[in-house]
């Protein structure tokens, strides 16, 4: 059972924990295990344990692993969850039936919302004020999953205030093309070299693209919420294995409509070591949960700075970072060191994170390998479900026109 540290407060209600479920998905069917019918049971105790019954389409499932932990980190989250079991059962032939039914419908006449593949795990890069370096985190943890040879897509939300394109060396106007599902924007890319003669890629949209870097971009409510549905409907992102969403600062409309629009999205929110860009980045994990988002962790930026001399200096305080993990429930991804390499390397195009070495390469290598292995890491295909379609479609039939949906 994992075990999750929060403060005492009432369990929380089966509804709550049910909504919490609907951002798991089974990335085979691209559909969320609540409404295809995988979650059996919600037990909540007074203690704070909640223990999901969730049945499988097969026993062995490959996937039951990756299923597990989702289950464990999305109801986790949730206040007043003390702790979260998980039991895991395999389906009867009635509930098969009723799954790939409503798999079926939902592949021929209710397409997904989005052009994110089911597979990509999404990340957004949060925080709760503007000045603690949360798009420099995001480009440099993009460039360092790349450079382990993934394809990342970075979804710059902060349309007043976007950056992403100067620090990728990225420029130009974003190219389209017209398909059978209509017309689509297309991301702009970057190859990025790594170790051992890996190769990943760099997917990239932003507002940058599309006004000059001097524009000042006059939108309110509706109309940011008009431009993130854009860049998620109306990109052909194309195959991924992770999202980066750098979001901007706050908790604002983004903030809301991203949790809506796409409700799978985890959270890493960023602060530094001041006790003020701590407190205020709390409030990013409460709107998070608020929206039944996952925050996935912390991460403090411009830790301790350490000079020519090796004297190290701690310019912004201490332990922001480890407070913040406390007090919101969630672990501390890592810390990365003050440094002027960083704000360079923004400038320059050139993320500091694809250098050589140094201290602040490592601290970005540590967090992508700490997030590709263990806080979000891309689900193995390994065929579960579709072993089992011949058998199923064979046994249901072809579908008859004029049948009713699933319900």
Not at 35 to 44: A, H
Not at 347 to 358: K, R
Not at 384 to 396: I, P, S
Request: proline share 6%; charged share 20%; net charge negative.
């Amino acid at each position: 059972m994992a075990i999750i540290q929060t403060a005492a407060a009432t369990p929380p209600a089966e509804a709550a924990v049910r909504n919490a479920l609907l951002g798991v998905i089974d990335p085979e069917l691209g559909d969320n295990i609540v409404e295809l019918g995988m979650v059996r049971k919600v037990d909540c105790s007074p203690d704070g344990t909640v223990t999901v019954t969730v049945a499988l389409t097969i026993a062995g499932c490959p996937l039951r692993t990756q299923l597990r932990k989702d289950v464990e980190a999305r109801v986790g989250s949730l206040p007043g969850v003390t702790g979260v079991k998980v039991d895991m059962g395999e389906m009867g032939a009635d509930e098969k039936r009723a799954l790939m039914a409503r798999a079926r419908w939902k592949a021929r006449e209710d397409a997904p919302v989005t052009e994110i593949p089911s597979t990509t795990r999404v990340i957004a890069i949060a925080s709760g004020k503007g000045g603690v370096g949360k798009s420099s985190v995001t480009v440099n943890l993009a460039a360092a999953l790349a450079s382990r040879g993934l394809t990342v897509g970075v979804l710059d939300a902060d349309i007043w205030g976007f950056s992403v394109p100067r620090m990728l060396g990225l420029e130009g106007r974003i190219p389209g093309e017209s398909t059978g599902g209509g017309p689509k924007m297309v991301p702009l890319e970057r190859t990025i070299s790594g170790s051992e003669g890996r190769e990943g890629r760099l997917k990239v949209i932003s507002m940058g693209f599309l006004a000059g870097e001097d524009e000042a971009i006059m939108w309110r409510g509706l109309m940011l919420n008009r431009a993130l549905q854009h860049f998620l409907e109306d990109v052909r992102w194309g195959d991924m294995d992770y999202l980066l969403i750098d979001m901007p600062p706050g908790t604002g409309d983004i903030q809301m409509g991203l949790a809506r629009m796409l409700p799978r999205t985890e959270m890493i929110v960023v602060t530094t070591p001041a006790v003020a860009a701590q407190k205020v980045a709390a409030r990013a994990a409460d709107t998070a949960r608020k929206g039944y988002l996952r925050v996935a962790g912390v991460i403090e930026n411009m830790s301790a700075f350490t000079c020519a001399h090796g004297e190290t200096y701690a310019l912004f305080g201490e332990g922001g970072g480890e407070r913040l993990a406390a007090e919101i429930g969630a672990p501390l991804l890592g810390r990365v060191p003050l440094d002027m390499a960083v704000a360079a390397g923004g400038d320059a195009g050139e993320p500091v994170a694809l250098a050589a070495d140094g201290p602040v390469v490592a601290a970005f290598a540590e967090l992508a390998g700490r997030i590709a292995t263990d806080v979000a890491p891309v689900v193995e295909m390994s065929g579960c479900t579709v072993r089992m379609l011949d058998a199923v479609e064979q046994a249901l039939g072809p579908k008859e026109p004029g049948a009713p949906k699933p319900g």
